[in-house]
């Protein structure tokens, strides 16, 4: 189920909604917070019912593993503990590596040492990549004795809360479940309705009206054209690169929007990266639950920048190498992953000399660089990236591809300035007021997005 659907529109959700609070009115909490459990588990399965065991299963098992080790805190020997510990990350990272990696690896063994090991071609489960590195955080940190022992239901909702659970934010325990025990948020709250509400809408019309659009245009220049000219493959990355920001923009919009309304803060993940004046700010800015979990439970535990600058360099890089693992399994993710690896080491060192760029100088080798590798994540080959990085230096003329309407130029340089200059969904949330000026843009938005439903789309992010 799409939140850009209108059977999670007009039905889902105000269904989900109505009888949450209904429930709660009653004083009937226990049965609010499983049928919420339910609805998110309703929610997984829509997509393809024969995962939800996985999930399910999964969740049991972490909650048990987890609950084991708060408790064995102090008490069981420590080796005991350092064996239930790796046995559940094991455990994670093996369904993870299973579904996702399997044939990355089978394919790669094959191509060296010349076996035909058959591939699985498995399906990926949606949102393994999220809700595992959810739960391996709540592992790392019950064996650290850093949680306490969480009610089951509460924990149901941290791992399967359906806002967050497809795509995101990778969210963590400490800031979900004391929100799922607070009794206040069990009750309407007609303000975070409404400003629920317009988040959602504006994260829809990012979605439908111009992610959308823009991805049309891409697909046509990296999957559909054979060649491409200079103008046409700087257009068609572009294009690429507004489509990414605007998908991934638009469903962090409408899963914070959709939390809101039921009174839940999801973290914030997105924030103007296409601001960003250097590599690590961007990537502040940019899947920012995902930095903090790179951060917390990777880069920190490799040893962090506390081992002088040669090993914070390596720590930097391979931490975003796995991190451009984490985002697929092909070698173009793994290239990405370490552009920017190398990327942010260099920029460490260069923040070193305290040497400070002109602004405008800043933000361009910047976006240049990050529009520059999302090629590779875009592609589905090398060769589908190097035709792309062909045109662009080729300097062959002006043509664009078919399929790329010469319109394109004015969405691009429209939508760059805005996410330059613009305000971002942070900031007009908090601006929000409940009155007419900011229902009129609500309605406005909408009616747009409505419109713009005929072509409903997954978002990139769940690939993922």
Known sequence: MLFNS????????????????LLNRYRMLIAGKSWLVFTSLFFYGYWNPLYLPLIIGSMLANYGIG????????????YSRRVVFAFGIGANLALLGYYKYADFFLSNFNAVIGSDFSLLRLALPLAIS??????????VDSYQGKTREYDFLNYCLFVTFFPQLIAGPIVHHEEMMPQFEQLRGKFRNYRNLAQGVFIFVLGLFKKVVIADTFASWATAGFDQSPELSCAGAWIVSL??????????????DMAVGSARMFNIQLPVNFNSPYKALNIQDFWRRWHMTLSRWLRDYLYVPLGGNRKGNGRTYVNLFLTFLLGGLWHGAGWTFVL????????????????????????????????GFVNFSWVFFRARSFADANKVFAGMFSFSGYRMPAGVRD????WVVVCLL????????LQLAERFKPNWKWLLYTLGMALAAIVSLDRVSEFLYFQF
Request: net charge positive; hydrophobic share 55%.
């Open 336 to 367: 990405w992953g370490a552009m920017h690896g190398a990327g942010t080491a260099l920029h460490k060192f260069w923040s070193g000399f305290g040497i400070r760029m002109p602004r405008p100088v800043a933000w361009l080798l910047t976006f």
């Open 6 to 21: 209108p059977i999670y529109i007009f039905l889902f959700l105000p269904v989900a909604l109505a009888v949450y609070f």
């Open 130 to 139: 999220f809700f595992t590195f959810q739960q391996i955080a709540y592992l």
């Open 67 to 78: 609950t084991a080790l708060g408790k064995a805190a102090g008490g069981a020997s420590r």
């Open 407 to 410: 319109e394109a130029i004015a």
């Open 418 to 425: 805005i996410t330059a200059l613009a305000p971002n969904s």
């Open 239 to 252: 294009c690429y690169a507004l489509q990414l920001y605007f998908d991934f923009s638009g469903y962090t």
